[in-house]
């Protein structure tokens, strides 16, 4: 057995992954993954929002094969999951937005490039089966249509407008763990590193060494401004008047698939559908934004309820098998994991993230064998029951 192998067999599920998370990376990386925004009630209500429901099983059915395997937007998935946008995940492990994206391809599950990544869209595009860019729409038309030229151009096929970041949340829990945008090489950054050498070796210095100081690659048609120019923000700002005009121009110009992300509220799914949209998925982004705000998955059934027969699909707080189970019951369609796949390429790279993968397939595989159901299509509302 390799290191690599005998580091990976100590992680047994997505939460071993957190914790690996959390040792390896320094305060300042870590906290930007893990924190959420002021109180952390949106990302405490998530997790809590699971309790909600209780199984159903039924005995002597034979699960002697159990298929994963789901159709979405006209393609065919080996599982019910893929992996969320994860913004400057580059800086938590090498290269970081390639290896979730090569894992995620040979395992045949889709991985959504993020708008704020630091490795140009085009050399993710270039990974056979990645065709998922998440974009945060510029603040002007023509920005807006370079932009989408630019996606089409490098290939992809599903674009994913995240509509939950009308201006940046509450900074003050990342500036706590020692995060900041821009970045500022400090005296205390710097000891931060240090105290990781795993990580100052194989991701800082390899980063620095081939490929300079990381840019913000992909928020607009051309390459943006690097991670600790002191105009940082001005990539993240002058979105505040964007609105449902918007989302139309978009359509008009995309051809592809068009999923529109951070919907909570039936209302807007219902006119996110009614502007032409293919799919829509329910977040708060991980509990990153609004804190206060409902957990997406006791938003699902009003949501489906307003679309009806139509594609939506979830994120945010998601952690387990059992997790992905009762949102597919609940009329979800996909789920998609954020954090945890960051730790994973963190921890181990590729490697890492493709045994993620390959956990979570068994932890889904595994309960729908102890539910009695062989087909991830036969998960419903009869499997499931609302806590009292």
């Known amino acids: 057995m390799t290191r690599q192998q005998r580091r990976l067999s100590r992680i047994r599920n997505f939460l071993d992954l957190e914790r690996a998370g959390k040792r390896h990376l320094p305060r300042p990386i870590h906290g930007y993954v893990a924190n959420a925004a002021e109180e952390g009630k949106s990302l405490a209500a998530n997790r809590a929002a699971f309790d909600d429901y209780c199984f159903l099983p039924r005995a002597l059915i034979a699960v002697s094969h159990v298929s994963l395997e789901t159709e979405l937007l006209g393609r065919h998935y080996a599982a019910p999951f893929g992996i969320a946008p994860m913004g400057i995940s580059a800086l938590s492990a090498y290269r970081g937005d390639l ?13 959504i490039m993020s708008g704020s990544s630091l490795i140009p869209m085009e050399e993710v595009a270039a990974v056979e089966g990645c065709d998922w860019f998440q974009a945060y729409l510029p603040g002007d038309e023509p920005g807006i249509e370079a932009l989408i030229a630019r996606v089409e151009r490098a290939g992809f096929r599903n674009l994913v407008i995240t509509v939950d970041y009308p201006v940046p949340p509450n900074p003050d829990n990342n500036r706590r763990s020692g995060f900041s945008s821009p970045i500022r090489p400090t005296l205390r950054l710097v000891l931060d590193g240090l105290v990781k ?8 210095y390899k980063t620095l060494r081939h490929h300079g100081i990381p840019h913000f690659e992909n ?9 600790i120019s002191r105009h940082v923000n001005r990539d993240f700002s002058g979105r505040s008047h964007l609105d449902w005009n918007y989302l139309a ?9 068009l999923i529109v992300k951070g919907i909570l509220h039936p209302e807007d799914a219902q006119r996110a559908k009614a502007q032409g949209v293919d799919a829509i998925i329910v977040s708060n982004h991980g509990g990153r934004q609004l804190d206060g705000t409902i957990a997406p998955l006791r938003a699902l ?11 939506v699909m979830i994120d945010s707080g998601f952690r387990r098998g059992t997790d992905v189970l009762k949102a597919l019951a609940l009329g979800a369609r996909f789920v998609f994991f954020g954090r ?12 890492g993230v493709s045994h ?8 889904i595989a595994r309960n729908m064998a102890l539910l009695g159901i062989t087909d991830i299509r036969q998960m419903n509302m009869s499997r499931l029951r609302e806590v009292p």
């Open 356 to 363: 993620a993968i390959h956990l979570m397939q068994e932890e």
């Open 197 to 204: 050498p795993r990580w100052l070796y194989e991701t800082f």
């Open 219 to 227: 928020n607009h048609a051309t390459r943006g401004i690097p991670v």
């Open 99 to 111: 290896a979730l994206a090569r894992a995620a391809a040979g395992a045949n599950v889709p991985m």
């Open 340 to 351: 945890p796949f960051n730790y994973a390429a963190a921890y181990a790279g590729e490697a």
């Open 301 to 311: 059934p009003e949501v489906i309820e307003a679309v009806g027969d139509f594609p």
């Open 249 to 257: 121009l978009v359509r008009e110009r995309w051809p592809g698939n």
